[in-house]
Nanobody, 117 residues
Framework: QVQLVESGGGLVQAGDSLRLSCAAS????????MGWFRQTPGSQREFVSG????????TYADSVKGRFTVSKDNAKNTVFLQMNSLKPEDTAVYYC??????????WGQGTQVTVSS
């Protein structure tokens, strides 16, 4: 099992920045990838960004490319999501996820990000 705990959400204004953190514990040696998803009420959870644990290769949704950056701290088993130039449409609950294979199977509790215009 892998446990994930997110932190760093909050209320900001458009154009501001936030950094989300996700600390993984448990069987972290078996991780293949970690990522970030987000969800708004009435919508499906959508992929935001991810990276493979071994080589740090990153992927991003088109909607956040150039504004968000995902990174990791191997020693602390922590993944970060630096969000710059935030827009009101970025408002959502952000979830951290972890995968041992090619599908995300572990999820954090979510952290609210609200961007006011």
């Amino acid at each position: 099992q892998v446990q994930l705990v997110e932190s760093g959400g909050g209320l900001v204004q458009a154009g501001d920045s936030l950094r989300l953190s996700c600390a993984a514990s448990g069987r972290t040696f078996s991780l293949y990838a970690m990522g970030w998803f987000r969800q708004t009420p009435g919508s499906q959870r959508e992929f935001v960004s991810g990276l493979t644990w071994s080589d740090g290769k990153t992927t991003y949704a088109d909607s956040v490319k150039g504004r968000f950056t995902v990174s990791k701290d191997n020693a602390k088993n922590t993944v970060f999501l630096q969000m710059n130039s935030l827009k009101p449409e970025d408002t959502a609950v952000y979830y951290c996820a972890a995968a041992r294979t090619y599908s995300y199977e572990y999820w954090g509790q979510g952290t609210q990000v609200t961007v006011s215009s």
